[in-house]
T-cell receptor, first 112, second 109 residues
Framework: SQTIHQWPATLVQPVGSPLSLECTVE??????LYWYRQAAGRGLQLLFY??????ISSEVPQNLSASRPQDRQFILSSKKLLLSDSGFYLC???????????FGQGTRLTVV | GQQVMQIPQYQHVQEGEDFTTYCNSS?????IQWYKQRPGGHPVFLIQ?????EVKKQKRLTFQFGEAKKNSSLHITATQTTDVGTYFC?????????FGTGTSLTVIP
C-alpha cells in the first residue's frame, strides 16, 4: 500500500534562518506531488506542484522554493524565513488528475 | 485567477441539527472533491463528483454537484460530535485542483 511521510511534525525557527521540509512517498511511482500551506483558520493554499523529477511549478511567488531530486521525494526550502511563513505545511500526492489526494501529517512551522 | 469559495466559514450546530456547506467556483469545473480535516489533523478524502447534477450519499452525508458544474454542496443530516472538523471542497480546472476556503464545523453536545 502507499504511504506518505512528512517531517518534522513541528518546527520553531528564528526569522532569517533557512528551512528544509521533506516529504517522501512509498508504494507508488511517478506521483504528482504537492506542497500546501494552511494559515491558522484558513484554507489550503497551493504552493508548488510537481509532475516529475526536476519539474516544479510554482503557484504563488514568495521566498520559498521546492525541489524534486527523486521520483518520490519532494522538498520545500527557504534561504531566509519570514514571520509570515508561519503556518501548517502539508505535502500531498495523487496518482492522476482524477484521483484523490493523500496528505502527509503536516509540519507546523512557527517563525519567531 | 481561479477561485473556489466556500460558505459559511464557520458553523456551530447543536448535535442532531443538520449542516450544509456550499462551494462556488468562478469557472466551470471538471470535477470536484470533498475532504474532511479533523482538528490538528490533515485533510482526508471523502468523495469525488464528476457529472453535472450528480448526487452521492455516504450515510448521513449528501454531496451534490451543480448543473453548471460551478458549485457543489455537502449536507450532513443529524450531526454528531464525530462530524467536528473543517470540510474542504477542491475543484479541478485544467490540470490543477484548487481548494476552497473551508467550513469549520463545531457540534455542540
Amino acid at each position: 500500500s502507499q504511504t506518505i511521510h512528512q517531517w518534522p511534525a513541528t518546527l520553531v525557527q528564528p526569522v532569517g534562518s533557512p528551512l528544509s521540509l521533506e516529504c517522501t512517498v512509498e508504494g507508488t511511482s511517478n506521483p504528482n506531488l504537492y506542497w500546501y500551506r494552511q494559515a491558522a483558520g484558513r484554507g489550503l493554499q497551493l504552493l508548488f506542484y510537481s509532475v516529475g523529477i526536476g519539474q516544479i511549478s510554482s503557484e504563488v511567488p514568495q521566498n520559498l522554493s521546492a525541489s524534486r531530486p527523486q521520483d518520490r521525494q519532494f522538498i520545500l526550502s527557504s534561504k531566509k524565513l519570514l514571520l509570515s511563513d508561519s503556518g501548517f505545511y502539508l505535502c500531498a500526492w495523487r496518482q492522476g488528475l482524477n484521483t484523490e489526494a493523500f496528505f502527509g501529517q503536516g509540519t507546523r512551522l512557527t517563525v519567531v | 485567477g481561479q477561485q473556489v469559495m466556500q460558505i459559511p466559514q464557520y458553523q456551530h450546530v447543536q448535535e442532531g441539527e443538520d449542516f450544509t456547506t456550499y462551494c462556488n467556483s468562478s469557472t466551470t469545473l471538471s470535477n470536484i472533491q470533498w475532504y474532511k480535516q479533523r482538528p490538528g489533523g490533515h485533510p482526508v478524502f471523502l468523495i469525488q463528483l464528476v457529472k453535472s447534477g450528480e448526487v452521492k450519499k455516504q450515510k448521513r452525508l449528501t454531496f451534490q454537484f451543480g448543473e453548471a458544474k460551478k458549485n457543489s454542496s455537502l449536507h450532513i443530516t443529524a450531526t454528531q460530535t464525530t462530524d467536528v472538523g473543517t470540510y474542504f471542497c477542491a475543484g479541478r480546472t485544467g490540470n490543477q485542483f484548487y481548494f476552497g476556503t473551508g467550513t469549520s464545523l463545531t457540534v455542540i453536545p
